[in-house]
């Protein structure tokens, strides 16, 4: 299974971006998907993070601001970031997880979001 993040770039604080995450080479349904970060000066974290069944669950931080979505069909899930912070500027990092990953999941490359004051 292969992950591409995309739709990361620079934005004035107050502004929307719209992360897109593309799973091909699926094998097994996936189950769960999540967004993480990376900002300055901190280990990786979880954002945001829905079940196959559209269960969502957010970081504190980004309750309110952040939505995540999927598409089973087009195994496809995104990210959704409005009133975006200087904060949350950093690399997002989509994952998934299949009957055969297990908890160890597959990673995309990454895609770089850049908010400025």
């Known amino acids: 299974v292969q992950l591409q993040a995309s739709g990361g770039g620079l934005v004035q604080a107050g502004g929307s971006l719209r992360l897109s995450c593309a799973a091909s080479?699926?094998?097994?349904?996936?189950?769960?998907m999540r967004w993480y970060r990376e900002t300055s000066g901190k280990q990786r974290e979880l954002v945001a993070a829905?079940?196959?069944?559209?269960?969502?669950d957010y970081a504190d931080s980004v309750k309110g601001r952040f939505t995540i979505s999927r598409d089973n069909a087009k195994n496809m899930a995104y990210l959704q970031m409005n009133s975006l912070k200087p904060e949350d500027t950093g690399t997002y990092y989509c994952?998934?997880?299949?009957?055969?990953?297990?908890?160890?999941?597959?990673w995309g490359q990454g895609t770089q979001v850049t908010v400025s004051s």
């Open positions: 080479g699926v094998d097994f349904a996936i189950d769960v």
């Open positions: 994952y998934a997880q299949t009957l055969v990953s297990g908890p160890a999941g597959y």
């Open positions: 829905i079940s196959r069944g559209g269960m969502t």
